[in-house]
């Protein structure tokens, strides 16, 4: 099955850094790659994903990179704000939809004043 | 208001008791899941269905069960068997582009 791993588990930035997960997979018939964004006593939710027919997808300060090759996609924060403080998961599905997704194990970013 | 409730919020068990915790959608979604979240463990598959009268077991199955007897409701009992079920739960449904959460539900065995 899938195995997805997910790096580093806690991040911590100032205000106004750039902020990178990264995530590994290891099916090569993976082609869907959600994250998802969970703050404290929420619940997890959609930020945005890409395909695997798709290199980088870009939304206002996120983005999330995509090398098949190597098998590993990035979320990337620019701009960081206290509000993106939160637990983020990195996910994978090899159905191309949000079905029978696997999920990294998630990383802890705190945005510091 | 379309979404995906669980109930309780928080639960307490005794060592040996079977418990059963509730999920609802009225999303008219398919694909309904179980996932277990401990800390620095992310978000495990317990139990997932495609279908009405039809489920499969995920990654961690041993020691839970499910049924799905109507499209919007999706039962996870935890039993005896699991030894360590003090964990937080979380329900979810599918649509194509995006699973939706509910709330979760704090297990603690007392």
């Known amino acids: 099955g899938e195995n997805v791993e997910q790096h580093p588990s806690t991040l911590s930035v100032q205000e106004g850094d750039s902020a990178v997960i990264k995530c590994t997979y290891s099916?090569?018939?993976?082609?869907?790659f959600p994250w998802y964004k969970q703050e404290l006593g929420k619940r997890p939710q959609l930020i945005i994903d890409?395909?695997?027919?798709?290199g980088e997808k870009k939304d206002q300060r996120i983005a999330v990179t995509l090398n098949k090759t190597a098998k590993h996609f990035s979320l990337h924060i620019t701009e960081t704000q206290p509000e993106d403080s939160a637990v983020y998961f990195c996910a994978a599905s090899y159905t191309g939809t949000a079905s029978k997704l696997t999920f990294g194990t998630g990383t802890r970013l705190q945005v510091t004043l | 208001d379309g979404g995906i409730t669980q109930s309780p919020k928080y639960l307490f068990r005794k060592e040996g008791q079977n418990v059963t915790l509730s999920c609802e959608q009225n999303l008219n979604h398919d694909a309904m899941y179980w996932y277990r979240q401990d800390p620095g463990q992310g978000l495990r598959l317990i139990y997932y269905s495609q279908i009405v009268n039809d489920f499969q077991k995920g990654d961690i199955a041993e020691g839970y069960s499910v049924s799905r007897e109507k499209k919007e409701s999706f039962p996870l009992t935890v039993t005896s068997a699991q030894k360590n079920p003090t964990a937080f739960y979380l329900c979810?449904?599918?649509?194509?582009?995006?699973?939706?959460f509910g709330q979760g539900t704090r297990l603690t065995v007392v």
């Open positions: 890409i395909r695997s027919n798709v």
């Open positions: 979810a449904s599918s649509a194509v582009t995006e699973a939706f």
């Open positions: 099916d090569s018939a993976s082609n869907y």
